[in-house]
């Protein structure tokens, strides 16, 4: 394991940072609303990609408060979902996706949702990184590494990766993150990277892991 690369320090600096109450939509506090169930996760995945947690966490406590099971989802038209689900990004096409899921977890998986991830990709409209947040959230599986936006982008900014792709990320993650850690992984960057390691502009005079970074004096000049 590449020890240069502080991964030891620069987790326990993020853990002691960001608390319980501060973590992403994944994590928090909207399962004391809804059941979190491998479902529920998928869907509120589903719903989260290209819009904002605030509203994901709204839109998905609005529908899987009383539609948590695919049943129930199925109950609802693609209309009535597309209201509901209404203002998440491409809310007619998610409507359609996550009924088009709950009936073939009917139809094909008898009603649960498949603990397979290779299974889980084969559904339309998921991809790795909501089959490994499915894996890891869902089913409470180790051995995952869901890589978002900020997951890709940060570890190429503090020089632990050169890569293009978050696929290509989560393939060289794995050899050099300790597996020990890879369960905290995604909800601490995804919260560093909406706080500190912002996309546009990131706050590196105020970032915690500062002296870690290969990118700070690039980004602190710009
Ligand atoms: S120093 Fe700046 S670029 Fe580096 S991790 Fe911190 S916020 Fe991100």
């Given at each position: 394991?590449p020890?240069?690369l502080h991964?030891?320090?620069?987790?326990r600096?993020?853990?002691e940072?960001?608390?319980?109450?501060?973590?992403p939509l994944?994590s928090?506090?909207?399962?004391d609303?809804?059941?979190?169930t491998p479902f529920?996760?998928?869907?509120?995945?589903?719903?989260?990609?290209?819009?904002?947690?605030?509203i994901?966490?709204?839109?998905?406590?609005?529908?899987?408060?009383?539609?948590h099971t695919p049943?129930?989802?199925l109950?609802?038209?693609?209309?009535?979902i597309?209201?509901?689900?209404?203002?998440?990004?491409?809310?007619k096409t998610?409507?359609?996706?996550?009924?088009?899921?709950?009936?073939?977890i009917?139809?094909?998986?008898h009603g649960?949702v498949?603990e397979?991830?290779?299974?889980l990709?084969?559904?339309k409209?998921v991809?790795?990184k909501?089959?490994n947040?499915?894996?890891?959230?869902?089913?409470?599986?180790?051995?995952?590494?869901?890589?978002d936006?900020?997951?890709?982008?940060i570890p190429n900014?503090?020089g632990?990766?050169?890569?293009k792709?978050?696929e290509?990320?989560?393939?060289?993650?794995?050899?050099?993150i300790?597996?020990?850690?890879?369960a905290?992984?995604?909800?601490?960057f995804?919260?560093?990277?909406q706080?500190?390691?912002?996309?546009?502009?990131?706050?590196c005079?105020?970032?915690?892991?500062h002296k870690?970074?290969k990118?700070?004096?690039v980004?602190?000049?710009?």
């Amino acid at each position: 394991m590449p020890s240069k690369l502080h991964i030891d320090e620069i987790i326990r600096i993020l853990r002691e940072t960001f608390d319980e109450t501060r973590l992403p939509l994944v994590s928090r506090s909207q399962w004391d609303i809804i059941p979190k169930t491998p479902f529920t996760v998928l869907v509120s995945c589903l719903l989260s990609l290209r819009t904002k947690d605030e509203i994901t966490e709204e839109v998905s406590i609005r529908l899987l408060k009383e539609h948590h099971t695919p049943e129930q989802i199925l109950e609802l038209s693609d209309q009535q979902i597309q209201e509901i689900i209404y203002p998440v990004g491409f809310y007619k096409t998610k409507a359609k996706r996550i009924r088009d899921i709950a009936k073939t977890i009917i139809e094909t998986y008898h009603g649960s949702v498949p603990e397979d991830f290779d299974t889980l990709l084969s559904l339309k409209g998921v991809g790795r990184k909501t089959a490994n947040i499915v894996m890891v959230y869902g089913f409470n599986k180790k051995e995952f590494l869901p890589i978002d936006t900020h997951c890709h982008r940060i570890p190429n900014r503090l020089g632990w990766i050169t890569t293009k792709t978050p696929e290509q990320t989560e393939e060289h993650l794995r050899k050099i993150i300790p597996k020990k850690y890879w369960a905290d992984f995604n909800h601490l960057f995804v919260i560093f990277g909406q706080t500190i390691c912002t996309p546009i502009s990131p706050h590196c005079s105020t970032c915690p892991i500062h002296k870690y970074c290969k990118q700070k004096q690039v980004t602190q000049h710009r």
